[in-house]
């Protein structure tokens, strides 16, 4: 699906998304197709949501976001820095 038939099937809903395909612009990242992994009430229960699936499986594109918006704000972070073994 895309950002615009997501926000007409789920209207003013808060949602735990997977990227499907997405690509990076100006340090923005855009998702050109998602898949929407349910709904919740509020914020705080889809965090939740988004916190144990990401420990589960770290390589899924994850993204908790809410309808009405008119476009996902992702800003890409690069971090830098040593990584512990």
Same mark, same amino acid.
């Given at each position: 699906?895309?950002?615009?038939? !997501? /926000? +007409? +099937?789920?209207?003013?809903?808060? #949602?735990? !998304?997977? =990227? &499907?395909? =997405?690509?990076? $612009? =100006?340090? /923005? /990242? &855009?998702?050109? +197709? #998602?898949?929407? &992994? ?8 889809? #965090?939740?949501?988004? =916190?144990?699936?990401?420990? +589960?499986?770290?390589? /899924?594109? #994850?993204? !908790?976001?809410?309808?009405?918006? $008119?476009?996902?704000? &992702? ?11």
């Amino acid at each position: 699906m895309t950002w615009d038939e !997501v /926000r +007409q +099937q789920y209207p003013n809903q808060w #949602l735990l !998304v997977e =990227a &499907i395909a =997405a690509h990076t $612009e =100006a340090e /923005r /990242r &855009i998702l050109d +197709q #998602l898949a929407v &992994i349910n709904t919740f009430p509020d914020s705080n229960t889809a #965090l939740q949501e988004y =916190a144990s699936l990401h420990h +589960q499986s770290p390589e /899924r594109e #994850l993204y !908790v976001l809410h309808t009405e918006r $008119e476009q996902p704000e &992702i800003t890409e972070r690069r971090w830098l820095g040593v990584r512990s073994a």
